[in-house]
């Protein structure tokens, strides 16, 4: 009998180390097993050997597979494990699919696609390649404009990275964005290259994980944030595209972030690290300059283009609204020039719906999520109200429940709203609306092509439209309130503003059409508004830097965020309370913040408190995780927003 240390993939597993199992068999490092848990058969990964123990052993079930994990991913899990201290099943369960059943071991087909020649670099792009190549550096910031060309720079060296015999994993924040990566990619390379992210089927993400972990050659692998745990053997590229999204970081245990766990893996493989984006995290952009990571500028199109007309209008001038009271006239004769010209054009709106607001006029009672005490969003399609948090569903009402009376009022366009105005002004028009409230069959990478080829004529949708799309046809791009993300409370709330302003108006001027942006606004003389608009990110990096080094945030200061949830405001806030005098008794050189209500205070009929803990030294953080007294209560290192 053989006895082995295994990791369990079950989050009811709060342990933080490894189980001891039995097997008939030897076996290696990282192979993958069904071992009982509990009264149920759960997966793993074999660690190591160990001697008999003390204790009786359960016997291992099955072999699920008869490959083992590589050893890059089992010291990338190890390290995981410190980072992010906390339910060492939630963590394994990251490194083995649920989905998985025994691998074929079928050898992996290369590309079946004709394979084109990839374009000739710019001067700039090359010049940047050089200094890659020159350079005994392992990782990189590309702080290329939108449309300067960052994706040919990563094809370049994706080529280089083949021809050396090694894979690569490219990294993009959203699904959305795969298709258009995907097709690049498989028309330039005649190597397998494999997708992975929840989009696709359980069995389809499995089998792509299985061909991914048989094959000995070059492989590209492209995906979203859990594709890093991708089983490559000999990893020569990380790319890491549109690196400022917030999508890289998870928001449910371990809370691991992307970045980091992307670099310690290109470590692990001695791997190249190119992080890509036109408005890089200002954590990010400090650190590298700290570290001396070299910053690679690229401020030139890569198809020479005019520059784009920008205008920014009032909200607040009724005399330019004379059609519709949230689309100024100068932005509707603008979306019919374009129309006649066959040209695509862009509103971007981050509100979801059809209206933000159900109000009656007489009272002012307002409709709000009884689980959640937050404004319910009006759904025009199907005639409900919803809550974005907790996904509640109800009729609106036909009289105030108050007062009876019948004066109810939607305030607020959200996209769904603007869709059917727009339907009314441009009945010609081909019209899509694309955000998280798409159906499955509506969403944005099923409609990649027409949307890609302009078979579409007007793009509706919130910030998912503004990442990184590359869109031939569009020429006019139209941000219908530029305000909706400005006054979030939160010391991350100007940079992501910022972002999301930025690059949506970064689609167009990439060297395809004369491009028009039009930004309306209530406060045109905002200072971090005109910064978006010119697309000044230097502006706002000084301005942050200076703000964070005075109040204490990062990168001047790492944050844990400690949440707890209870049935009464009054239990969080009691047991919040106690976690706050452990943390002031523990000795640690933290600042602690006293017990505040969360930002959305009731979720799912829970009350939500927290406390905000900083510290110089991260490790100080890591400690106070391990003291504080073991309970209901969940943490999350290095928050990306204190929400």
Known sequence: MFYYFVHVAETSYQGKEPLVYSNDEPLLPG???KVPYGKKLVLGFVLSDTNKPSFVTKQMSEIVVDLPLPDALIRLHEWMKEYYPGSNGATTQLFVPSGIATNPRKKLPGSAVKISKLPPLTTEQKSLIDEVNKSNKKSFLIHGETGSGKTRVYLEKTQETIDQGKSVLILTPEISLVPQLENVVRGSFDVPVLTLHSGLSKSVRTRNWLKILSNDGPVIVIGTRSAIFAPLKNLGLIVIDEMHEPAYKQ??????????????????????????????????????????????????????SEKVKRTILDLKDTKLFSRHRSLSDPLLDAVAARLLKKEQVLLFLNRRGTARQIICQTCGWQALCPRCDIPLTYHGDDHTMRCHICAYRGAPPYQCPDCKS???????????????????????????????DNLTSEQLDKHYEDVHLGKIDILVGTQMLGKGLDLPKLSLVGIVNADTSMNVPDY????????????AIGRVGRGHLNGEVIVQTFNPNNPLLIAS???????????????RQQFGFPPFYFLLKISVSRKSSLSAENYTGRLYKEALKSGLKISINEPTPSYYEKTYTQYNWQLIIKAKQRGQLIELIKILPKGDWSYDIDPINLL
């Open 406 to 436: 019948d004066d109810i009022i939607y305030r607020s366009l959200g996209t769904k709203a603007l869709v059917e105005a727009l339907h009314s002004l441009f009945p010609e028009a081909i019209i899509r609306r694309f955000d998280t």
């Open 31 to 33: 192979t993958i097993v």
């Open 492 to 503: 991350s709330s100007s940079e992501r503003s910022y972002q999301l302003l930025h690059q």
């Open 251 to 304: 928001e449910s245990a371990p809370y691991y972030y992307g970045l980091r766990v992307a670099a310690r893996l290109a470590r692990i493989h001695e791997s190249i690290i190119l992080y890509g984006s036109a408005t890089p995290p200002v954590l990010e952009y400090y650190v590298a300059e700290q570290t001396d990571t070299p910053i690679l500028r690229m401020l030139q199109t890569a198809i020479p």
């Open 533 to 547: 608009v010119n697309q000044d990110w230097q502006s706002l990096y000084d301005n942050e830097i200076l703000e």
